[in-house]
Each structure stands twice: as structure tokens, then as C-alpha cells.
């Protein structure tokens, strides 16, 4: 499957729609609305602090169950990150391969039928469209969440597969000398075309371009077939991987 869910390097996440609070956070973290969601929220340790302590957590979570808020999700952490978290009772939500490429050998890409270009502002609504299509309801991105996506790092690369409509798109996304491919989808009736492909290799050459040292990415366990994408372009798996962790909070305790 030529997906991938990337979280951008640690920020809050816009809240574009204006209905959707974020609840308030501490110190060491911070939570805003998950992807739409009222009655979900993401929390993320504060990047240049020390790490949260489990009372902390804790403390957000009294708070965020007094918003309405049912359920917490993190972000994706490294397992010297998820102690806090784990000691007050969060769980496992789902596991992810971190991958990283050095930008030195990059393949060529094959033909593709698909126009590759930038994308116009007219052209977001068509990329959520793939996106729903693309990803399980749980990971999908809204409005909010591809705006954050685009505007996460100082700069990005937002590219689509024109086929006489947007059928794929990507996100890639430079802070200093380290890229982040943050978000690939391609519609599943148009996988196996090596639209994936060639977008990862587009955004991965923008970078280099721009004298990137590394590029990194991140997907799901599960999702043999975006691992195999990325180790054939020269992703090298990492020796620790990601999780992302949930808890049941409020009413649903």
C-alpha cells in the first residue's frame, strides 16, 4: 500500500476549524484536538523541556476529562519517552517503523503516467479526498491536520499525481539539515503504478537540492507494503521504532 502516516517534528497542531479546542497542557506537554475529533485529543511531551513526569500527565488528564474529552492519544514516541505515560495507564495503540535515508544513492524513477506538480490551494480538498480513501477513519487528516502537515516545518514540499484528477500526493517537509516525508496517499485503484514512488523520489531530491543531510519517515508495522516502498528507494529501518499510545479518560474510565 503506497501510504504512510508521518507526525511532523514536535508542534502543536493547528486548530483550523474553530470548533475544536484544545484543551489546556502543562509544562512538559501540550494536547490540541485530534484530527476533528471533540471528544479526542493528541498530547505530545514539549520539545526543550525536561519530560514529563507521570503526575504531570496525570494532571492533564484531570484536565482535558473536565473539556469533554474521551480519549487521549500521543504522538508517535521513542521508547525512552513513553514511561510517563505508560505508568499512568496509557496503552498501545499502534507501532511504527522509523526509517531513515542518507539522500546520497537515489533511484531513478520510473515513468508514470500521473502529472507530477505543485500543488494549488484549489487542490486540498481533492487531496483529502485520497487521503479518506487512503487511510483508515482513525488516521485520516482533516483540514486542520493537512494545513499542519504542510505547515510543521520552516519549509515543504506539498506535490500531487494529476491523472486528469488529483489521484495521489506528498508532503515533504525541511527543517535545517533533516527532511520528513510527512504524508504520502495514493488511491488504492491507482497503487502498483509507481505514483508512490515517484512522489517519495521528488520530495527526496527537493531535499537533497537544499543540501538535506537526512530524510526520515515513519509507518505503521502493519503496512507491509509502504515498508517495502521505502526500503527499496534506500530507507534503512532503525534500531528502535515508535509507538503510539492511547488512553480511555472521563466517563469511559
Not at 55 to 79: K, N, W
Not at 125 to 152: H, K, N, S, T
Amino acid at each position: 500500500m503506497d501510504y504512510a502516516d508521518v507526525p511532523p517534528p514536535p508542534r502543536l497542531p493547528a486548530d483550523g476549524t474553530g470548533a475544536h479546542r484544545p484543551p489546556v497542557g502543562s509544562r512538559a506537554l501540550r494536547t490540541s484536538a485530534w484530527r476533528g475529533h471533540d471528544d479526542v485529543a493528541l498530547i505530545v511531551p514539549r520539545p526543550g523541556v525536561a519530560a514529563p513526569t507521570p503526575s504531570e500527565v496525570e494532571a492533564v488528564i484531570d484536565t482535558v476529562a473536565r473539556s469533554g474529552v474521551r480519549r487521549l492519544v500521543t504522538g508517535a514516541l521513542a521508547p525512552i519517552e513513553q514511561g510517563p505515560f505508560l505508568a499512568v495507564g496509557f496503552e498501545v495503540h499502534d507501532r511504527l517503523h522509523l526509517l531513515r535515508h542518507d539522500l546520497v544513492d537515489l533511484p531513478a524513477a520510473r515513468p508514470v503516467t500521473a502529472r507530477l506538480r505543485r500543488a494549488r490551494r484549489a487542490d486540498h480538498d481533492a487531496a483529502l479526498v485520497v487521503d479518506a480513501r487512503a487511510f483508515d477513519p482513525f488516521w485520516r487528516l482533516d483540514r486542520a491536520g493537512l494545513d499542519d502537515a504542510i505547515g510543521a516545518t520552516s519549509a515543504a514540499r506539498f506535490r500531487v499525481a494529476d491523472l486528469a484528477r488529483v489521484v495521489g500526493y506528498a508532503v515533504t517537509g525541511r527543517a535545517g539539515d533533516r527532511g520528513y516525508l510527512q504524508r504520502l496517499a495514493v488511491e488504492p485503484e491507482h497503487r502498483g503504478q509507481g505514483l508512490g514512488a515517484a512522489l517519495v523520489l521528488d520530495g527526496l531530491r527537493w531535499l537533497r537540492r537544499r543540501h538535506v543531510a537526512t530524510a526520515v519517515v515513519n509507518t505503521q508495522v502493519a503496512n507491509i507494503g509502504a515498508l517495502a516502498l521505502y526500503r527499496r528507494l534506500g530507507f534503512v529501518p532503525q534500531p528502535t521504532g515508535l509507538t503510539v499510545l492511547t488512553l480511555v479518560v472521563g466517563d469511559g474510565q
